[in-house]
């Protein structure tokens, strides 16, 4: 039967600032394609967002292409749901000034992420790298979306957009949807290979695998992931970080849970779990390698999607933002 109710609508993310990893593979990229059928979504390439550090200019375009190619070889699909970069769509940066007007620097202050960024870049804190929270915000107020399907390390970040959305509905009655933050269970957190106290991030190429690396490559990372002294393959994330982090990679590469995991491998060293590990994820990869090749080689096929990517997005986009400007008092364009 045909119905009127809307489905609920879905904004995410990823910075073309480093090559996709597991991390945001697991965290993220992997639930987007499984929310695809049920909800209606919006999956955006953040350029924008990557500006606040410096990038060199050709390897941002490189990878901003190469992420597309990722997005549709992972599995998400241009025709269900709507793939674009953010730069396109010029209402991201308008709404965001806005936004701004209607955010604390108290607010800005608290973020994690600043924090930390402006410690790793210490010789180029920007107000972009400040006000990174409130494009965001702009991002996902703009598309109305309900649920917004990411890694652990950004729910501050969208709780802090749902803090905004709350007071501008509250000035100037109802506009923007309250979104949810949806973090997975299993893959929320990917630790580093080679430092399981940190977050597996891009900029650490050995701690880290990249969906685009080499068996070879991912062989030797999980060959040398830092563990323990003890033997035996248990889930306890404080005493045993490493295990329990390259338990969850295993088990959300091949579906299995924890006990069965834990089941598998009992009585048997860390050697032959690191080498399972790896194993299952070389498979989880080769397709979407190997699919970003292909789709690397269609430029036109790449520029058609992103193009009508860029139109839908910005039908969107263009709705939410006539409707906040009547709401603070600009005049109709
Ligand atoms: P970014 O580009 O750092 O990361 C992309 C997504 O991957 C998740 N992620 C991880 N998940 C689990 N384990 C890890 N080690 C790991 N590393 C990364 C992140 O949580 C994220 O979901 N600010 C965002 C991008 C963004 C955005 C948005 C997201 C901009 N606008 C609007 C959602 C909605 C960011 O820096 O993600």
């Known amino acids: 039967m045909e119905s009127n109710v809307r489905k609920k609508r879905i904004f995410s993310g990823i910075q073309?600032?480093?090559?996709l990893t597991l991390g945001s593979y697991m965290?993220?990229?992997?639930?987007?394609?499984?929310?695809?059928?049920e909800y209606d979504c919006v999956y955006c390439i953040v350029d924008l967002h990557a500006i606040t550090v410096r990038q060199n200019p050709a390897d941002l375009r490189r990878r901003a292409m190469e992420q597309l190619a990722q997005y549709i070889a992972c599995g998400l699909d241009p025709e269900k749901s709507i793939l674009f970069i953010q730069s396109h769509v010029p209402q991201h940066a308008e709404l965001s000034w806005?936004?701004?007007?209607?955010?604390?620097?108290?607010?800005?202050?608290?973020m994690t992420q600043f924090k930390q960024k402006s410690q790793q870049h210490a010789d180029n804190i920007t107000a972009g790298l400040f006000t990174y929270?409130?494009?965001?915000?702009?991002?996902?107020?703009?598309y109305q979306a309900d649920l917004v399907p990411v890694g652990e390390d950004q729910?501050?970040?969208?709780?802090?957009?749902?803090?905004?959305?709350?007071?501008?509905?509250?000035?100037?009655?109802?506009?923007?949807?309250?979104p949810e933050p949806f973090i997975p269970k299993m893959g929320a957190r990917i630790m580093s290979l080679g430092n399981p106290m940190n977050k597996m991030s891009k900029s650490d190429p050995e701690g880290c695998v990249y969906l685009l690396d080499r068996p070879e490559d991912i062989r030797r990372k999980f060959k040398r992931a830092v563990t323990d002294s003890e033997t035996s393959v248990r889930f306890d994330k404080e005493a045993k970080p490493g295990i329990s982090n390259l338990l969850t990679i295993y088990c959300a590469s091949t579906g299995k849970t924890v006990e069965e995991a834990e089941a598998e491998f009992a009585g048997q060293g860390y050697g032959a779990f690191k080498t399972a590990v790896g194993d299952a994820v070389i498979e989880l990869m080769r397709p979407v390698r190997e699919e970003t090749e292909r789709l690397l080689a269609d430029k036109a096929y790449l520029e058609s999607v992103y193009r009508e990517g860029a139109r839908r997005a910005q039908y969107l986009a263009g709705k939410t933002l006539a409707k906040v400007h009547r709401k603070v008092g600009f005049i109709a364009r």
């Open 133 to 142: 929270p409130v494009l965001m915000a702009a991002d996902i107020l703009l």
């Open 155 to 178: 729910k501050q970040h969208v709780e802090l957009c749902r803090d905004i959305a709350q007071r501008f509905n509250g000035v100037y009655s109802e506009t923007f949807v309250l």
């Open 27 to 37: 965290g993220a990229i992997k639930n987007w394609v499984a929310l695809q059928d």
């Open 16 to 19: 073309p600032s480093g090559e």
């Open 98 to 110: 806005i936004l701004g007007c209607y955010t604390q620097f108290g607010e800005l202050s608290r």
